[in-house]
C-alpha cells in the first residue's frame, strides 16, 4: 500500500490505520526479534492497535515524560515535607521541654 503525499492530511480510515499498522509490524518482524528496531516497538504496536479501536492518541513517549515530570514534582513535594517535618518535630521538642519547664514551676508552687 503506497500513500500519497498531499498538502491536506486526509484522515485515514480505521481499516486503512490496521493495514499500514500490519504492514509495519510485519517489515519490523523481518528484522527478527532482537534487532535495534523490535527491540524499540516492543509493546508499541498493542498500543497502536488500542489507539486506533478505542479512538485514543496515546503515545508511551508522552507518558514517559510526563511521569517523569510528575515524580520530578513529587520529589520536591517529598523534600518539603521532609524539610516541614523536621520544622514540627524541632516544635515539638521545644514545646516538650517548655512543658517541662512549666510542671517543674506548678511543682515548687504546690510544695512551697
Do not use: H, W
Not at 76 to 88: I, K
Request: hydrophobic share 40%.
Amino acid at each position: 500500500m503506497c500513500i500519497e503525499n498531499t498538502t491536506e492530511a486526509a484522515m485515514a480510515t480505521k481499516d486503512q490505520e490496521r493495514g499500514v499498522l500490519q504492514q509495519i509490524k510485519a517489515l519490523v518482524a523481518a528484522l527478527g526479534p532482537d534487532s535495534y528496531i523490535a527491540t524499540a516497538f516492543r509493546g508499541v504496536f498493542d498500543i497502536a492497535e488500542e489507539n486506533i479501536e478505542n479512538d485514543f492518541s496515546g503515545n508511551p513517549v508522552e507518558q514517559a515524560q510526563d511521569l517523569g515530570e510528575q515524580l520530578a514534582q513529587r520529589t520536591v513535594q517529598v523534600g518539603q515535607l521532609a524539610g516541614e517535618r523536621d520544622e514540627y518535630k524541632a516544635r515539638a521538642e521545644a514545646a516538650e521541654a517548655q512543658l517541662i519547664v512549666l510542671k517543674a514551676k506548678l511543682y515548687d508552687y504546690m510544695t512551697a
